[in-house]
């Protein structure tokens, strides 16, 4: 099934990574992935495999322990392991956001005490924005920190974290008016938010002193990974936990991890797609309607067409948007677009090969039961489709400003 999402001009040792990456998947994953999604399992098993292979530190620099990879080389790793299982494809990615914010914008004394333990997967990181009234409008955050002596006093909810009861490092967004009056902070409501490394215990319940995790939230698919809310009452942080040290920053610091962010979830979207073709188009060669296997019918071939045709764009969307990253240009425009394309696609290839199954792929026995719940996700999480346009739509709009 190689023939399609090649990667052109790979290194060797990007070569390498990805083969033993797909090894893993196609032995450890894939074979277990549906019945532990049924259970709503964690896949410990699976997780340490990631942690032997290295792949928590997959882009944590060298200095600190990791294997100092590129974007590109992370989110073909990404593509590959959704397309095994899209859960296990979380359970790395908040991790890699966090990782990525403090390598970014950490203090040295932050990197020094986080990132060796991020990138031997002793520290597995969740990040938090959402709130139960709030995901697309950032701006309208309502948790809040108050300075006290050398620590800050949060309160507040949040909601939605993946990996918010596995982590043991929450990088949360909150607001700090420190400094601002209450009319500077309401006119830029994005210069009053800091982002917070909170340290806490893995597990559900009070895990710190004023922070409740209460509980997995029930999800119609992407299980296995948990997804939780967040509670702060009286949560006490010391000052040296404000990522970067300084406060007010925190919405660009998480803007900055959000696009990266994106190509991860473009590249989820395409691995999930190309599994999606994979199980679509061996099971039309094995149906047989009307005295030929269904595959020869030219409906489903075009079907099939349309299938490849997509995971092809979406892959080389990813890449693009992976690599300009990688070249250090900005490209909020290139990671919206292939966020956008990649996830539309996925949903649209992920229910061709459901129809493709007939009526058997509304049994859970078959694979493609559990892509089509997950595919949905896609469409919201890193920012939805009507985000995604907005992004584009605005830096469209300053790439081709009307010179009149
Ligand atoms: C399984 C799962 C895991 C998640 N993990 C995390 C996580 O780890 N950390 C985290 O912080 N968040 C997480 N999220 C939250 C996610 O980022 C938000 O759900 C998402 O940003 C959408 O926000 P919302 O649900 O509040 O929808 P809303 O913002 O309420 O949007 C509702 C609808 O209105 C549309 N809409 C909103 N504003 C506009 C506009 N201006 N113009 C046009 N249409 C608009 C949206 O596109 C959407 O269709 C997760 C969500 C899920 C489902």
Not at 75 to 82: F, H, P, T, Y
Not at 291 to 308: D, N, S, T, V, Y
Request: glycine share 12%; charged share 25%.
């Amino acid at each position: 099934m190689a023939r399609l999402a090649q990667t052109a001009g790979l290194t060797d040792i990007q070569q390498e990574i990805l083969s033993t990456v797909r090894d893993f998947v196609d032995k450890e994953i894939i074979p277990v992935a549906t019945e532990l999604e049924h259970r709503d399992e964690y896949p410990q098993q699976i997780v340490d495999g990631l942690k032997e292979l290295g792949l928590f530190g997959l882009m944590i620099p060298e200095e600190y322990g990791g294997l100092g990879e590129s974007l590109l080389t992370y989110a073909l790793c990404v593509e590959e392991i959704a397309r095994g299982w899209m859960s296990v494809s979380g359970i790395i990615n908040t991790h890699f956001i966090v990782a990525y914010m403090l390598k970014q914008h950490g203090t040295q004394e932050q990197k020094d005490h986080f990132l060796p333990r991020m990138a031997a997967g002793d520290i597995r990181g969740a990040f938090s924005m959402s709130e139960p009234g709030l995901g697309s409008d950032v701006s309208a955050i309502t948790s809040k920190a108050v300075k006290d002596g050398e620590e800050y006093v949060l309160n507040g909810q949040k909601m939605w974290l993946t990996n918010g009861g596995t982590s043991s490092l929450v990088a949360v967004l909150v607001r700090s008016d420190e400094g601002l009056t209450p009319e500077e902070a309401a006119a830029k409501p994005h210069k009053s938010m800091t982002t917070f490394l909170v340290e806490k215990e893995p597990g559900f319940g009070e895990v710190r002193p004023g922070l409740t995790i209460p509980g997995k939230i029930d999800k119609m698919g992407y299980k296995g990974v948990d997804t939780t809310e967040l509670i702060m009452d009286g949560l006490r942080i010391p000052a040296n936990r404000v990522l970067g040290g300084v406060t007010g920053r925190g919405f660009y610091q998480m803007m900055d991890g959000v696009e990266v962010g994106r190509v991860n979830v473009a590249a989820r979207g395409c691995g999930v797609a190309q599994r999606a073709f994979e199980l679509g188009v061996s099971y039309a060669q094995q149906r047989h309607t009307f005295g030929k296997p269904i595959a020869q019918h030219q409906a489903i071939q075009f079907k099939l067409a349309e299938m490849a045709t997509k995971v092809e764009a979406a892959h080389a969307m990813m890449v693009n948007a992976a690599r300009k990253k990688d070249s250090g240009e900005r490209n909020d425009l290139e990671a919206g677009m292939a966020k956008y394309l990649a996830s539309e696609y996925c949903k649209e290839v992920v229910e061709d090969a459901f129809r493709i199954h007939g009526g058997y792929g509304f049994s859970k026995e078959y694979e493609i039961e559990r892509l089509y719940r997950e595919a949905p996700m896609l469409l919201i999480g890193e920012g939805t489709a009507e985000i995604q346009k907005m992004i584009i739509g605005r830096r469209l709009l300053e790439e081709y400003r009307f010179q009149g």
